[in-house]
Each structure stands twice: as structure tokens, then as C-alpha cells.
């Protein structure tokens, strides 16, 4: 039988990834203009940065979640 509260926990997981993902979203247009004549601003640089940082944080910690639950069923 499934606990309550990793159910729960595999919920927010999900939602954390899901939401890192949808702010990259916001600097999408930004990435994808880039050619060889421009560049991102210093700012889009660290906001990148940071949004990547969290997104790949979140999807680890919902991966290692997921593999954790799988083992134990």
C-alpha cells in the first residue's frame, strides 16, 4: 500500500520540475534569438544560469524520488 506521505512528496516533486521547467520558458525567446551578430545580456546570462541550476535540481530530486518508491515496490 502506497504511503500518504510519499505520495504527497512525489506530488511536489513533480510540481518543483514542472515549474523550474515553465520559467525557462520565460527566458526562451531571449536563448533562441541569439546568432552570431548578438549575445544575452549580463543579466539573461545569470538568469539562465540560475534557471537551469533549479531546474536540474529539481528534476534530480523527483528522479531520486521516483527510483527510491520503484525500489521499494
Do not use: F, Y
Not at 512528496?9 to 551578430?37: C, F, N, P, R, W
Amino acid at each position: 500500500m502506497p504511503d500518504a506521505n510519499e505520495i504527497r512528496a512525489l506530488q511536489a516533486s513533480l510540481l518543483g520540475a514542472l515549474d523550474t521547467a515553465a520559467a525557462l520558458e520565460t527566458i526562451k525567446s531571449k536563448v533562441m534569438a541569439i546568432d552570431a551578430d548578438t549575445d544575452l545580456a549580463d543579466g539573461d546570462w545569470e538568469e539562465l544560469g540560475r534557471l537551469t541550476l533549479a531546474h536540474a535540481v529539481a528534476s534530480q530530486a523527483l528522479r531520486g524520488l521516483v527510483e527510491a518508491m520503484r525500489a521499494r515496490r
